[in-house]
């Protein structure tokens, strides 16, 4: 499976951009920068079929409204966070950036267990609050696509919005994961599933 990662926005977030087939991908998070985004689909002649939110902080949503009015790719976010993509103070847009936040006018809910099709690849969604109380995973194959609950040796903050005893919660939910997952998160490097049982002292914690 090919996945580019680009660093957009103010806090460097992680956009994943995944190969669904046919020259069809889906983006997981845009923290910003749209035009940097969309000019490398017009480079790479690829069509954006869905935009995947993890939640709905602003540097994980910032270019989501240019991209979504440029492709008119659907955006799909949890319910518990959808409020976030129409309110700068919640999102926490007026605390990170002088620039005017574009409310993002449509979106798809999803919750606990949904699955959202894109081209030929299936994303299930995970819901693990703690960063955010609509706080997702998205996982295809072998592929957990993390967000800001879990990074490569740490877990996302609970302080901007979150809940230290639902984190608790969701991270025992990707402990228990058997599978050794790839895991690609919104900040940082790749890591995997197995490698963080093993080292991350949030999850031997538990």
Known sequence: ?????????????????????????????????????????????????????????????????????ATGAPVY??????????????NLAAHITMAPY??????VIVRDGDEITAGERVFRVLHTPGHTSGSCCFLTDDIL????TLFR???????????????????????????DLRVYSGHGDQTTLNYEKKTNPYLRSL
């Open 1 to 69: 499976m090919t996945i580019r990662t680009l660093q957009l926005g103010e806090l460097a977030a992680n956009c994943h951009i995944i190969d669904c087939g046919n020259g069809i991908c889906a983006a997981v998070d845009i923290g910003n920068d749209p035009d940097r985004l969309l000019s490398w689909l017009e480079e790479q002649k690829y069509t954006l079929c869905a935009i995947l939110l993890t939640h709905g902080h602003y540097d994980h949503i910032g270019g989501v409204e240019a991209v979504r009015e």
């Open 77 to 90: 976010i949890h319910e518990a966070d959808a409020p976030m993509l129409q309110d700068a103070s919640r």
């Open 102 to 107: 574009r409310n993002v006018k449509e979106y």
């Open 145 to 148: 696509l993390s967000g800001d």
């Open 153 to 179: 040796g740490s877990m996302g903050r609970t302080d901007l919005g979150g809940n230290p005893a639902e984190m608790r919660r969701s991270l025992k939910q990707l402990a228990s994961i058997e599978e």
